[in-house]
Every structure is written in structure tokens, then in C-alpha cells.
């Protein structure tokens, strides 16, 4: 067993392994098949109390007010709080609970080798997680559905393996991410465990890899089912949960929200191969600085492109990468320049939201140039839609 700490990983001693193991069994019986969460802990010298809830009282609306804020808007806090609280705190979320909850006490002692985050972890995967502003990439099989049983499932390996090659390539160049996904049936969503700038940015150079290695074997095997991608980059809340498994929950999480429904309208409205990103305005911290940063999807587009020169000397198709650029597509101006445009969308349920259009340029030492993504003037609007980026709210000059 590793425990994985902020992207270092560590080998476990065989006793703390034992403990860890003998807690997730005490945490087993009290999720009792799904039928409970485990939504906080909290130390006490020689034990965990473990604040386990009905699963139905997250969505119960007849629980009572808490602190002058109504039952969902101190349950959505308790969600998005952190695991590990005090006596005091998980004493009083068990209060908000009322009936639904209880505190079990585990006979279970914290040593220097067993840390806060990994009984986090632990508490995790029994319970549900409210997950603020986290980014997540949606990568969809363009016509997937027309495919024969056969022909989807090479497609989805084809897709696994890019998704493969492009994190052991980042690997390569000591760029961390600790990654998650889960399937949508013709694609993935993929999102990284990590909450900082550096995670989204990573989440991101992933995503460029992924494409340009989808692009470089559909070049190769014409023949082969290689799925045509679309894909689509945001950053939004979701909640996170894990699912039942042989009857055990697994060791992987699911995500479902606000992000994965803005992915999946925005994924719809996209034309094979293109790339498209959110509008977000979002504050993250720095991991090396520890400060809080605010971001918007040029701001990220900007930070990514200055961070590149990273992916320098990576191998695609048997070349070396001598130049990588992204940048938001736009209009040409007047006087000949680009200024980028949020471009809205209008999805079938008749709601409309601002993207932005990308492309992703991938110069080679010895072949051709892999172009990843839509030029502006290709895309193909609603006339609202085209009068809007006559007269963008948003704009910006492309970086040159």
C-alpha cells in the first residue's frame, strides 16, 4: 500500500498498513451497504469519533435550521468542508442531522506515520464530497453510437491508450498529476484529484497530450476505428461519491454537478475535433506560494501557454516536440489583428452560456505539425450566435 501526499508517495510499514486496514473495516460495517455515510471524524487520544449519517438525510428537507441558514445551505457546507474537524464541529453537524446521525466511537490511535489526510482519504469513499471549483476535461467519440459493438470497444482502448501514453509522457518530464476518470459510455471525464493551480494547469497539458496522440494514430491507421474527438475543459463544482462494488465501495470516485452537466452541454454544441473551454472566474491556491490566486479562462490560457517550453523534447510519433502553443481563437480586427472572443452557446434545453473556441499547435523536429482544434472562421454559428461575436462582451488581443 502508498499513501500519497500532495503527489509524494511513501511505502507503509506493515503495522500502519494493518491499522489503516482494521479502521476501513470499522468504517465498512458502519456504512452498512451503502445504507450510511461517513461524513466527518474527529481525534480523540486513543480513538476516531466517526459522524455516520443516514444516506437519505443529505436531501431530507424537513431537518431543522441551522444558524439562521436553512438545512441544504449548511448541509452543502458541511459537504464541502473538510473531513478532519473538531469535537465541537462534529458535534454539531450532528445536531443538524438530528435523528439521522450518530457518533461512533473507533478505538484508533494517530502515530507519526499515520497522518490526517490518510484517514481523509479513508472517510472519503464512504461518504459524499461537495467538490468546489475543481477542473475536469470531457473527451467525447464523435458518432461512437453508430459503431458496432466491436468497433466501440476498439475505440474505447484506443482512447485508454492515449490517455496512458500522454501521463507516462508527463511523467517523463516530472510533471505530477494524480488523475481520476470515469466513463460516460462513448468517451471520459478526467479530472485531477488536486485542487491548485498547478493541478488545472497539469489537467490541461494532459489534455493536449491525449489529442495529439489520438490525432498522430489516426494518422497512421486510417483503416483502424480511431475515434474523432471533441473535447471540452472546465472548472466548476461537482460532487464526488463512490459506488458499490461486489459489495464494497470501490477505490475509485464518480463525479456528478454543475461541471459535468456544463461539460456535457457544452460537448454537444461541438464540432469533431474541436476544443472548448468554460467561462470561469475562480480562486485556487498556489502550491508553492500558498496564496490564493483568482483566474479567469484567459488568465489559465495565458499561465498554461508560458509554461510550454515544459513539454519540450517529448516524443510524438517518433519525433521530438520543438514547439507547443494554445491560445483562444477570435476575430480577425480591422487593422488585421485577432481578439478573442466568448462565443454563446444555446443548448437543447434552450439555456445559453459563454465558451471559448481553442487550438492547440504541436511543432515537430522531423514531421508534420500536429494542429489540434478549430481555426475561428471554420466554426459554424446560429445568426444570434454570430451576431454576438460581432459585439463580445469579453475580448481580449491574442497573444503573439
Known sequence: MIASDGGSDRALTAAVRRALSDLDDAMFDLWNLGENIILAWAR???????????????????LAKSERKSADEAITQVLAGPKGVSQEEIERISRLFGSASRLVSVSFKLG?????EMINRLVARYGVSLVRERAVVLLDAVGFSLRSPLEQVAMLNSLTHSVNSAYRQLQSKDIQINFARTTTGDGFYIWSQARTTE???????????????????????PGFPVPKLRAAFHVSEHYEFYQMDALNP??????????TIE???????????????????????????????R??????VDKTADELQQLKGLVIAGDSIDG??????GERQANGEFQTNSIPIRDKHGAT?????????????????????IQHKDLKLHPAEKKAIESPQLTRPLKS
Open 44 to 62: 480523540q487520544p486513543l480513538e476516531l469519533r466517526l459522524l455516520v449519517v443516514h444516506h437519505f438525510a443529505i436531501t431530507d428537507s424537513t
Open 353 to 373: 452560456r459563454s465558451v471559448y473556441n481553442a487550438k492547440i499547435n504541436i511543432h515537430l523536429l522531423q514531421a508534420e505539425p500536429i494542429f489540434l482544434g
Open 112 to 116: 507519526d506515520e499515520i497522518d490526517s
Open 324 to 329: 507547443f502553443s494554445c491560445y483562444v481563437t
Open 250 to 259: 470501490t477505490a475509485f470516485g464518480y463525479i456528478v454537478g454543475r461541471v
Open 199 to 221: 493541478a488545472n494547469i497539469a489537467l490541461y497539458k494532459l489534455m493536449m497530450l491525449i489529442l495529439a496522440d489520438n490525432a498522430v494514430v489516426q494518422r497512421k491507421m
Open 263 to 293: 461539460l456535457a452541454r457544452m460537448v454537444e454544441n461541438a464540432l469533431p475535433g474541436q476544443i472548448i473551454l468554460g467561462e470561469f472566474d475562480v480562486d485556487l491556491t498556489d502550491r508553492q506560494t500558498g496564496n490564493t490566486v
Open 295 to 300: 483566474y479567469n479562462t484567459l488568465d489559465f
